[in-house]
Nanobody, 124 residues
């Protein structure tokens, strides 16, 4: 049974930082592209970042480049999202997801497995 479990969310003041983690089990982690998505209240889920199996290639939503960094540790079966200079518009539930494809995708439909999400709230 595949499980993706996010952690690291919480309440942070504007300008602060958080690091999200997503621990995977039940799958050959290094075979998957891993991605982060987020969904704010009343909005559709949107792509945040993704990373190839080797960690050699990453892809970000244009609006988040320079503030967010995705990384992975295949030995620990964990993917991370470092978020800096947070602002209230970053408030959302953040989800990690696994894509069995070889290339990075920003389409949620390409991701087979999803975590339950972790809430990030940024206060002004």
């Amino acid at each position: 049974q595949v499980q993706l479990v996010e952690s690291g969310g919480g309440l942070v003041q504007a300008g602060g930082s958080l690091r999200l983690s997503c621990a995977a089990s039940g799958l050959t982690f290094s075979n998957y592209v891993m991605g982060w998505f987020r969904q704010a209240p009343g909005k559709e889920r949107e792509f945040v970042a993704a990373i190839r199996w080797s960690g050699s290639s990453t892809y970000y939503a244009d609006s988040l480049k320079g503030r967010f960094t995705i990384s992975r540790d295949n030995a620990k079966k964990t993917v991370y999202l470092r978020m800096n200079s947070l602002n209230p518009e970053d408030t959302a539930v953040y989800y990690c997801a696994a894509d069995p494809g070889r290339d990075i995708s920003y389409h949620s439909s390409d991701y087979n497995y999803w975590g339950q999400g972790t809430q990030v709230t940024v206060s002004s």
